[in-house]
């Protein structure tokens, strides 16, 4: 269930980021880029390094995860000239 709420928090991260930023690309490919940077960095810090143990389904450290994961995609792509 926390993977649903990581990538549910993601694609309402990669879409304010991408207000936040301006970027002229579509709605759908800031959502998708939320999603996918929430889902990887929760697969890598929590499942991979098991960095927070096991976070509950819907907690505080599973939204700050995906927060971060999407933010951090969003302007990873922003900055190597993918989204515009």
Not at 3 to 13: E, N, P, S, T
Not at 49 to 59: C, E, I, K, M, V
């Amino acid at each position: 269930m926390s993977w649903v709420v990581a990538i549910i928090v993601g694609a309402l991260i990669g879409w304010l980021v991408s207000r936040a930023m301006k970027i002229e690309e579509g709605l759908v490919t800031s959502v998708i880029a939320g999603a996918v940077g929430a889902a990887l960095i929760r697969w890598l810090l929590v499942d991979l390094l098991r960095l927070f143990g096991t976070p509950p389904d819907f907690g505080l450290v599973t939204i700050l995860v995906a927060a971060v994961g999407a933010a951090a995609l969003v302007a990873v792509l922003r900055a190597a000239k993918v989204l515009k």
